[in-house]
């Protein structure tokens, strides 16, 4: 039977590691933070052990991320992307307030010029 979803064990693999060091974790701080071993998370980053469900969701948790963005295949696994959907799930979490501070400065950043 062809099914229209599969599961991208590498693909998530990939998308763990590099979700993780643009959070600026180590492997042992998103394991202390998702409460499973340094060795458990080094081995589900390798694609050497088979991620369970609630420890993906865990990780979705803690790196702020939408769980599609590590588990659909159409989302590519670049580092830009995953850029991308870390933002948004921080952006995600904050007050309209918080929202309208990080736009101004954004857009304070975007004029800046450095004399040459």
């Given at each position: 039977m062809?099914?229209r979803?599969k ?14 060091k643009l ?9 202390e933070k998702?409460?499973i071993?340094?060795?458990a998370?080094?081995k589900?980053e390798?694609?050497l052990?088979?991620i369970s ?5 865990n990780?979705?948790?803690?790196l702020h991320?939408d769980i ?5 295949e159409?989302?590519p696994?670049?580092d830009e992307?995953?850029q ?7 952006v995600?979490s904050?007050?309209?307030a918080e ?10 950043m ?5 004399d040459?």
């Amino acid at each position: 039977m062809d099914y229209r979803y599969k599961v991208d064990y590498p693909l998530i693999a990939k998308r763990i590691k590099t979700a993780r060091k643009l959070a600026g974790l180590t492997q042992e701080q998103l394991a202390e933070k998702i409460d499973i071993s340094t060795n458990a998370v080094a081995k589900l980053e390798n694609n050497l052990m088979t991620i369970s469900l609630q420890t993906l969701v865990n990780i979705a948790n803690v790196l702020h991320m939408d769980i599609n963005d590590l588990l659909c295949e159409e989302r590519p696994a670049e580092d830009e992307t995953s850029q991308d959907a870390f933002l948004s799930g921080l952006v995600h979490s904050l007050s309209p307030a918080e929202k309208a501070f990080v736009i101004h400065m954004i857009n304070g950043m975007k004029r800046y010029q450095p004399d040459e």
